[in-house]
């Protein structure tokens, strides 16, 4: 089922709009043009807001949901509905030399139930990574593991999950969420990591608190996922556009590959960026980084063309693997993230259509 609701309250994806005066886009994109709506309009944005917009019309999610795993087009960002997909996607990408993480999509769970229940999930797919000798880790999301329901029942949570992938000698990793989460993850990032020391943790470059708190982290030696960051930040909170984003990624990914020549950190660049992946590599490359020091992370389905470079270029490349029943609303973001996605959407549905 595609639900967006819950999330919207709490959290809003940058790229979230509400208005339904992008009637106009919409009917450029039935008309078949929507891959190129972007140049017609001169503004990435309104496709960008059109197509979340679209994401929280129950309608048109429920027709997507419908006929996306059937017609295969959601297969291209989303691994399937089942642990058990998921696991052989990831087998396919570590025996091409890719290490993965694992996430259950979902976030802001409303009852004690539901958190644990993801738990179990989580520790499932744990167990599974490890009876099939896959490399890598799982990807929590602390809301979804009852962030919204008390710090103390998430960090019990996030600590039994910590605890047993030790157990197992394997990592975890939590994605970051929007900023009204960001001092309760740190909070039960450094109390878990400093119990277990097998965390890593996602770090926004558009926060303005974020050198601080890369710095705070520094005797915890932990794994920092470097993201650009996906949600709506007011500008008391996070740097605004593309270029000074991109400004703050490029000086904060030079920090952590810094802080890993002093062994601080283990730093992951998390960018289908082709300008933050290179400055990355001639970073460490500067710095006498070795490459089995730091690591290159993209999204499933995501520049596969990128991806296949940073293996070719010998670095170590960890792909992002969601999964799961509630894929609408994260597949909706991927297209709206690059508009000219929607363009291999339209085609196999049309190829479908015609067959
Ligand atoms: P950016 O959006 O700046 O675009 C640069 C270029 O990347 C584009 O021109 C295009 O070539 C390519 N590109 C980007 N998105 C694409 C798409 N959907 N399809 C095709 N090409 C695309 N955020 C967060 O807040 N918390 C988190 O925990 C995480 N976790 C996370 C894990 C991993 C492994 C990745 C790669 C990203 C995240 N993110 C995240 C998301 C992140 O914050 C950011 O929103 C996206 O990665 C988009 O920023 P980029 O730097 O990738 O490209």
Redesign the pocket.
Known sequence: MCEFRSVKEKQVR?DGAESATYSLTAAALLCGVGFGANRWFGHDMLIRNFIFWLSSKRGVTNAIARRGMKYGFARR?VAGETLAEALTASDELCRAGRHV?LNHLGENVTTEAAAREVCASYLEMTEQMHAKNLAGNI?I?LTQLGLDLGKELCGALTLSIAKRAAELGRTIE?????SVYTDATLDIFESTQRETGNCGL?I???LHRTEKDIQRLAPLRPKI?L?????REPANIAVQG?PA??AN?RKLTTLLLEGATRGLYFP?I???????VTHAQSEAARLGLPKDKYEL???Y???RD?QQQARDAGNIL???VPFGTDWCPYFM??????P??CWFVLRSLVAESSS
């Open positions: 940058i960002f993480s990807s999301k939590m994605d970051m969420e929007g996602a926004q470059a558009y996922r993201v650009k960051g996906a949600y593309k984003v991109d990624y992951a998390a960018s289908h960026d082709p300008f933050m992370q993209m999204i389905g995501i520049r990128l960890q792909v992002y973001r991927r297209l709206s993230e690059r000219a996605n």
